[in-house]
């Protein structure tokens, strides 16, 4: 039987991926940088560390890129912030979770004010014991360290827990010290990539995931 869950928030818990690809495009083409939406969009889960160097030169990430990643915050807190809403299904979930006695901690390559926003609009604090976001570490998803993080403090095995997420990212990170990944398709990523990443069960959603009892998240 698992003792936790470690959820990814961003796509899983809250609908706001293309709301974070939006201000991306928005704060690079400020700097003068243009790239596709599309292409964003593909790396978002990623944290700033990870993502900015994909789209930019050495120099440029230099030179700028703290810039544009505070910038793309900026954006994102003034104009898209107020209109992320809940997905499906996760405050029944949660409180499954919860009942189950379940350890449920939240790890996101975003900050801790967007988190605890977000853990406020969804109605789930009593159901959360811990928050970890990529300034608590060096490295980002795809890198394994948010995830080794929360392993740390709760002194969990790979075997303990389970990894709930909806990008291909999450997945990586979790397979990188041996956690299994149940991956949800509301993060706007296909099933094909999920599996290729290694996730071990995928759903179209949480509400899905909730009515399947022979899921691991419920051992």
Known sequence: MIKGVISDVDGTLVDSND???????????EFGIHVKWEEIRCAIGKGADQLLPQFLTPEQLSEMGTRIHKRKKEIFKNKYFDRIRPLPGVIPLFERLH???????????SGMGEA????????IERCVRDIITGDDVARTKPYPDLFHLALDRFHWKPSDAVVLG??????????????PAIAVLTGGFSEESLREAGAVEIYQDLIALLKNDKSRLFR
């Open 19 to 29: 709301a974070h690809a939006n201000a991306w495009q928005e704060a690079f083409r």
């Open 99 to 109: 009942h189950d006695k379940k350890t449920i901690a939240l790890v996101t390559s």
């Open 116 to 123: 605890t926003h977000y853990v406020r609009l969804l109605g």
């Open 166 to 179: 909806d990008t291909p990212y999450d997945v990586l990170a979790a397979n990188k010290i041996g956690l």
